[in-house]
């Protein structure tokens, strides 16, 4: 399996502009994480799916941050607009399963920077 | 939420020295992974612990679920050793309602020549 794809894995773009993130998990992983890195905050959960369902969303910083998972093999994160301080690494992980034993698997991650 | 606490944040060894970089986590947890995230940013599937030990070449872990902790040791470290590595835990929020997977801050780990 070719693990967690991400892309695109550098995005630079303007304040303001729509910045969309994808995500393809491992085939057959049922859940899909969406997480943020920052030198602050280090890793941050964001919103997390079983199923394609988004189970948890409480992570997600603001109104300008959406995600979704339209099949098993596919999802996205959306901001817009984006702002500086949006600046991050954003990883998407996939799990066999939702629940306490599984493990996760991380994606190569998408570096933004918002100037 | 759990809390999960690193130590040491960073390190410094000289190529060929141990060492042991130990996880605290503040409650149960029904697993625990550690990660290796190398210069290039790429976060690394080290272990899958829940409790007990592992080894995968000159690395080894071990996690004491009762007393909420976990180590990991290097030995005979290299250059290649190098970044930061991270635990994490999985545990249920009961606030959400939902399993999260909760990371520590990382050691920053530097093996030098």
């Known amino acids: 399996d070719a693990g967690v794809i991400q892309s695109p894995r550098h995005e630079v773009t303007e304040m303001g502009q729509e910045v969309t993130l994808r995500c393809k998990p491992i085939?057959?992983?049922?859940?899909l994480f969406w997480y943020r890195q920052t030198m602050m905050r280090g890793l941050e959960l964001l919103i997390y799916?079983?199923?394609?369902?988004?189970?948890?969303d409480s992570g997600m910083p603001e109104d300008r941050f959406s995600a979704k998972m339209p099949n098993a093999s596919f999802s996205t994160l959306k901001i817009q607009p984006s702002e500086p301080r949006d600046s991050a690494v954003y990883f998407c992980?996939?799990?066999?399963?939702?629940?306490?034993?599984?493990?996760?698997?991380f994606g190569q991650g998408t570096r933004l920077t918002v100037v | 939420g759990i809390q999960v606490e690193q130590s040491p944040p960073d390190l410094i060894l000289q190529e060929g020295a141990n060492s042991t970089l130990r996880c605290n986590f503040s409650d149960s947890v029904n697993n625990l992974q550690w990660f290796h995230q190398n210069p290039w940013g790429q976060l690394i599937n080290l272990f899958y612990?829940?409790?007990g030990t592992k080894q995968n070449g000159r690395l080894s872990a071990t996690t004491v679920a009762t007393e909420r902790y976990s180590l990991l040791y290097i030995s005979s470290s290299q250059t290649t050793d190098s970044g930061v590595y991270f635990c994490?835990?999985?545990?249920?929020?009961?606030?959400?309602?939902?399993?999260?997977?909760?990371f520590g801050k990382g050691t920053k780990l530097s093996v030098i020549p």
């Open positions: 085939s057959g992983h049922n859940s």
């Open positions: 612990i829940p409790s």
């Open positions: 992980a996939s799990s066999p399963r939702m629940g306490g034993n599984t493990e996760a698997f």
């Open positions: 994490a835990v999985i545990a249920l929020d009961s606030g959400a309602g939902s399993y999260q997977l909760t």
């Open positions: 799916f079983n199923n394609n369902v988004p189970i948890d």
